[in-house]
Nanobody
Framework: DVQLVESGGESVQSGGSLTLSCVAS????????MAWFRQAPGKERERVAI???????NYLDSVKGRSTISLDKSKNTLFLQMSNLKPEDTGIYYC????????????????WGQGTQVTVS
């Protein structure tokens, strides 16, 4: 089965930066749609960034201009680079694939990683 393992989450000062990684196993990410989500305690899950099989990207409004989603297809790895981090960016970040995009832009189902914690102070 598809296995996704996130890493790179850490505690960082406001204004700092980080890069999250998601390594896929038993799955070739080439041409696939993948996304990063996050969830903070007491808040609904947000889709941070998505990249289509054609490498078209889209971002949550609050992270536009300071986030980049990308793939290294040769290594089956998805990345999320974030800069100018804010406390509001705190949460558990998940990568996902094989999901269904709903008409309202939301996502259901799919294969998910276990998440990596990002804390911004």
């Amino acid at each position: 089965d598809v296995q996704l393992v996130e890493s790179g989450g850490e505690s960082v000062q406001s204004g700092g930066s980080l890069t999250l990684s998601c390594v896929a196993s038993d799955y070739d990410i080439s041409g696939e749609c993948m996304a990063w989500f996050r969830q903070a305690p007491g808040k609904e899950r947000e889709r941070v960034a998505i990249i289509s099989g054609r490498s078209v990207t889209n971002y949550l409004d609050s992270v536009k201009g300071r986030s980049t989603i990308s793939l290294d297809k040769s290594k089956n790895t998805l990345f999320l680079q974030m800069s100018n981090l804010k406390p509001e960016d705190t949460g558990i970040y998940y990568c996902a694939t094989n999901f269904r995009v709903l008409n309202d832009g939301g996502i259901t189902g799919g294969d998910w990683g276990q998440g990596t914690q990002v804390t911004v102070s």
